[in-house]
C-alpha cells in the first residue's frame, strides 16, 4: 500500500513542508518521509545510493540527475523561486543593505558573516564577496555553516550577520530578515521537484509532486518567504 512518500528536499522548502504534510496526510492518508539537507549533499547521498520517491533541488541539481538518469525528466516541476536574504539577531539595529555600495559597507563593518558552503546561497555569496573585492576580508572572519540553518549563529551570538535564503532564514527563531540582498545583484534560486527513476511508490509520488504545484499550495509558499 502505498501510504508514505519517501522525499528529499533542499532546506529552502522546510518550513512549507512543515505546514504542507499534515494537510497532506489527512486529506490523503499518504504521509511524507521528508528529510532535509543543502542540494549539494543532496545530490551527494543520492549518487551514494540514497533511495527515495521525490526530490526537491535546486534546478541547477535536478537537471544534474536527470542527466544521470536518477529523475525521471518528465516529472521535472518548478515550484517557487527563492530570493537570498540577510538577517540579524532579533532587537538589532538593522543594517543598511539598499544598494550594493551600502551592502558593500555593512558586510564589511560586521564582526563575522554566517553563510553556507553547501546550499546556493552560499554559493551564490561566496562569489558575490569576490565580485564586491572583498572576499578577503570577509573570509577572515566568516563562520561557515556546513549544513543547517545559518541564523543559528546569530542566535549564539558566533554572528553578526546571517545570509541564507529568506524561507531559510524565517525557520530560526528569535532573527530578523532584514530583507534580499539588491535584485540586481542577484537571480532567484529555482526550486524543482522529480519524480525517482526507480521511486517503489511511484503514483504516490506522482501525485504528491502535482498537489505541490496546485494552486492551493501558493499561499504558504508565499509565508515561507517563496515566491511560487
Known amino acids: 500500500m502505498e501510504n508514505v512518500v519517501r522525499m528529499l528536499s533542499t532546506l529552502g522548502l522546510m518550513g512549507a513542508m512543515r505546514s504542507l504534510s499534515s494537510a497532506y496526510e489527512a486529506a490523503t492518508g499518504v504521509r511524507i518521509d521528508a528529510d532535509f539537507a543543502p542540494t549539494q549533499a543532496l545530490l551527494k547521498r543520492m549518487r551514494d545510493g540514497e533511495a527515495a520517491d521525490l526530490v526537491i533541488l535546486t534546478r541547477e541539481g535536478l537537471d544534474e540527475v536527470i542527466g544521470e538518469g ?42 563575522s558573516v554566517a553563510y553556507s558552503r553547501q546550499g546556493a ?66 537571480s532567484p534560486a529555482v526550486f524543482s521537484a522529480g519524480r525517482m527513476a526507480d521511486a517503489k511508490h ?25 515566491e511560487p
Open 202 to 226: 511511484a503514483v504516490a509520488a506522482d501525485r504528491l509532486l502535482r498537489y505541490l504545484a496546485s494552486p492551493e499550495v501558493a499561499p504558504v509558499l508565499r509565508q515561507s518567504g517563496l
Open 70 to 111: 536518477r529523475v525521471v525528466a518528465e516529472t521535472a516541476t518548478d515550484l517557487a523561486r527563492s530570493y537570498v536574504g540577510i538577517a540579524v539577531r532579533a532587537g538589532q539595529p538593522d543594517p543598511d543593505i539598499a544598494s550594493g555600495a551600502a551592502l558593500r559597507q555593512t558586510l564589511l563593518a560586521a564582526r
Open 121 to 186: 546561497s552560499g554559493i551564490y555569496f561566496a562569489q558575490l564577496i569576490v565580485r564586491m573585492g572583498i572576499a578577503p576580508e570577509i573570509n577572515a572572519k566568516a563562520t561557515i555553516v556546513e549544513q543547517g540553518f545559518t541564523a543559528e549563529r546569530l542566535v549564539s551570538g558566533e554572528a553578526d550577520l546571517a545570509v541564507q535564503q529568506i524561507s531559510e532564514l524565517k525557520q530560526v527563531d528569535g532573527i530578523e530578515v532584514i530583507g534580499p540582498i539588491p535584485h540586481d545583484l542577484q
